[in-house]
């Protein structure tokens, strides 16, 4: 069964900027992407990236605003999730996620994800 570890986050004040990694211990196939997703007491898991193996194609959340990016390190199962002018509400544990969504449209959708990690958690001060 194909697992993902992550690692990075931390806490950083506002405006600093972190790197996530996450990495699957095997190699993908067809229609296959890894994700980010985050969670604050209280609330559900909201998408915040996702790269998809195929294109390849990138997705983000309304809220990125061009703050984050998300990339595939070449020829690896390890995607970087680089946070810049994090801001307090962003402050949330990160999972990492991986599978196999139906189409490009669904990319979004936590449900369309199998393997989960742990999480981690970013901390962003004021």
């Known amino acids: 069964q194909l697992q993902v570890v992550e690692s990075g986050g931390g806490m950083v004040q506002a405006g600093g900027s972190l790197r996530l990694s996450c990495t699957a211990s095997?190699?993908?196939?067809?229609?296959?992407?890894m994700a980010w997703f985050r969670q604050v007491p209280g609330q559900g898991r909201e998408f915040v990236a996702a790269?998809?193996?195929?294109?390849?194609?990138?997705f983000y959340g309304t809220f990125v605003r061009g703050r984050f990016t998300i990339s595939r390190r070449d020829a690896t199962t390890t995607v970087d999730l680089q946070m810049n002018r994090l801001k307090p509400e962003d402050t949330a544990v990160y999972y990492c996620?991986?599978?196999?969504?139906?189409?490009?449209?669904?990319?979004?959708?936590?449900?369309?994800?199998?393997?989960w990690g742990q999480g981690t958690q970013v901390t962003v001060s004021s």
């Open positions: 996620a991986a599978g196999y969504p139906a189409g490009s449209s669904r990319n979004t959708i936590e449900s369309e994800y199998i393997y």
């Open positions: 095997a190699s993908p196939f067809g229609e296959y992407a």
């Open positions: 790269f998809r193996w195929r294109g390849p194609m990138t």
